[in-house]
């Protein structure tokens, strides 16, 4: 197997995979907040903002495997 081959099967697959994993961790994230929220309204703003700051960093992680993607899609 060429390393070209690899690399043109390996990209697709793994930035798909890190898109199913953000959204099964966003969504489970935006589910516990929501959680939280209906147990303790009064917390509300507290619990948002941490909501959107572990968001972001879920986020990032898909934006890293991206770059990471297109930066080895050169070698291609």
């Known amino acids: 197997m060429d390393y070209k081959f690899a690399l043109a099967l390996g990209l697709p697959l793994s930035v798909g995979i890190a898109a199913v994993g953000s959204a099964l961790g966003l969504g489970r994230a935006v589910a516990s907040a929501m959680d939280a929220t209906g147990r303790q309204p009064e917390a509300s703003g507290k619990?948002?903002?941490?909501?959107?700051?572990g968001c972001a960093l879920i986020e990032a992680i898909t934006i890293y495997a991206l770059v990471f993607a297109f930066s080895l899609a050169g070698k291609l």
Not at 47 to 53: H, S
């Open 47 to 53: 619990i948002m903002v941490t909501m959107i700051i």
